[in-house]
């Protein structure tokens, strides 16, 4: 008779299962993220990714990655020649194609800039032609202490780029990733989220200014804001995808090599400014983890399968997850090196330090304050549209027609500028594009 108390084979199993791939990711933080992956079999073969940033650093590591996992991966970019460099790149190594056949064919290019605003609906409608569904999104792109500048609508650029555009993004894709579940959506902090606890650039949210367009310049108190708005808003977006699939997974890269220094404005910025004399000095050097290891959080959170349910599932995960359900509303799953011993660890969970990411109110404040944000960009968009159109000393059209218009690559929708159209994709359905408004908040 066996012991009740043994433990099951499925039980033992699971547990050499994720002791194994605990390992494996740990030896990853050494020798990059292939070696975590080869104990992986093809985990997205059939998925469709979309990879913003895809062209260099953190997001091109994470392109080979997913590549090499089966699946088809979109690599949206701001430059379409550094694009095409960067897929020759990736096609090049043998090893990034994987089991799965036409490598070639399962790397698609399209445009978008965070920083012009009419090309984030027109790159969805790219997509949307393409026929595809979508399982997975990585919003990785962003800048960081680049040269001070105003872009669409008057946002501060680092603001833009790094949270706004990529919010706007996610609602248009959101019914995408409810048809193809279970999906994901892994959305790029960063360890600065961290100076809210010391009470630096964070003590206190410009609320009456969330586009950042009296901030001074584009230096760490932007940045610092960019990335604490990701991680209040994820939190209430997993909040609200509860029950519909859709995983909202949030990382943080640690400090690695990426190529934002070779970008930034090294004579406005101290910390440009000495990283820029130390590689004079000694060429060579690295600063911080090259980005083999510091794409690690981020592959592990798009691929883990044990991640699958991770916030979207309602059932409780266990006593932990039950309090954050009762304090926090959700959950919030955040995956990144450590804080003090930087670039280890960097496939393991930890906790955001930064007091907003745990104040309900505001995270809600912060996701209905950006849907409002997206009305009155389209709204902004409409008009200047309208005046670039009419003809000069004519009459003009109005705001209501000229918010509708049909130039700009703005879907159709809504009296105000409200997301919420409907496409036709190649031989299916139509899919109903609906960003704003109609996400009913859950009870708390």
């Not at 108190?221 to 708005?229: E, G, H, I, P, V």
């Amino acid at each position: 008779m066996a012991c009740p108390m043994a433990p099951s084979a499925g039980f033992l199993r699971n547990y050499l299962n994720w002791f194994f791939t605990s390992m494996a990711w740990l030896v990853a933080d050494w020798f990059g993220w292939r070696a975590a992956l080869s104990v992986y079999p093809p985990l997205l073969r059939n998925k469709v990714a979309i990879v913003t940033g895809a062209n260099a650093g953190l997001g091109l590591e994470t392109t080979k990655a997913l590549l090499q996992q089966g699946a088809t991966v979109v690599m949206a970019c701001r430059s379409m020649q550094a694009a095409a460099t960067a897929r020759q790149e990736i096609l090049a190594d043998a090893r990034n194609a994987g089991p799965v056949p036409d490598a070639a064919g399962r790397l698609i290019l399209l445009h978008v800039d965070f920083e012009d605003f009419a090309t984030i609906p027109k790159f969805v409608e790219d997509f949307h032609a393409t026929g595809l569904p979508l399982h997975l999104l990585v919003n990785n792109a962003g800048i960081h202490l680049k040269p001070h500048k105003k872009v669409s609508c008057g946002f501060e650029r680092t603001i833009a780029s790094n949270f706004f555009g990529h919010f706007w993004l996610t609602q248009l894709l959101l019914d995408d990733l409810k048809a193809a579940a279970p999906s994901r959506i892994v959305e790029m902090s960063s360890f600065v989220e961290n100076f809210g606890l010391l009470g630096l650039y964070t003590r206190t949210l410009p609320w009456h200014d969330l586009r950042g367009a009296t901030l001074p310049d584009s230096g760490e108190r932007a940045y610092t804001l960019s990335k604490t708005y990701i991680l209040m808003a994820a939190r209430e977006l997993a909040r609200r995808l509860e029950g519909s699939g859709v995983d909202v997974i949030t990382v943080h890269p640690g400090f690695a090599d990426s190529t934002w220094y070779l970008k930034s404005d090294n004579n406005a910025y101290l910390f440009s400014w000495l990283v820029a004399k130390v590689r004079s000095v000694v060429p060579w050097l690295g600063v911080g983890q090259p980005c083999t290891t510091g794409a690690i959080s981020t592959i592990y959170a798009a691929i883990a399968p044990e991640l699958q349910g991770s916030t979207s599932s309602v059932a409780s995960k266990g006593v932990v997850d039950s309090i954050c359900r009762a304090l926090f509303g959700g959950r919030l799953k955040y995956f990144g090196p450590h804080y003090i011993i930087q670039n280890c660890f960097n496939a393991f969970p930890r906790w955001a330090t930064n007091p907003w990411n745990y104040n309900k109110g505001a995270c809600v404040r912060m996701y209905e304050s950006a849907l409002d944000l997206i009305q009155q960009v389209q709204q902004e968009m409409g008009m200047q549209q309208q005046q670039q159109q009419q003809p000069a000393g004519g009459v003009g059209q109005g705001v209501g027609a000229g918010a509708a218009g049909d130039g700009a690559g703005l879907p159709a929708g809504k009296e105000g500028g409200a997301i919420d159209g409907s496409r036709k994709r190649k031989g299916g359905a139509a899919a109903v594009v609906n960003g704003y408004g109609e996400q009913p908040v859950p009870a708390a």
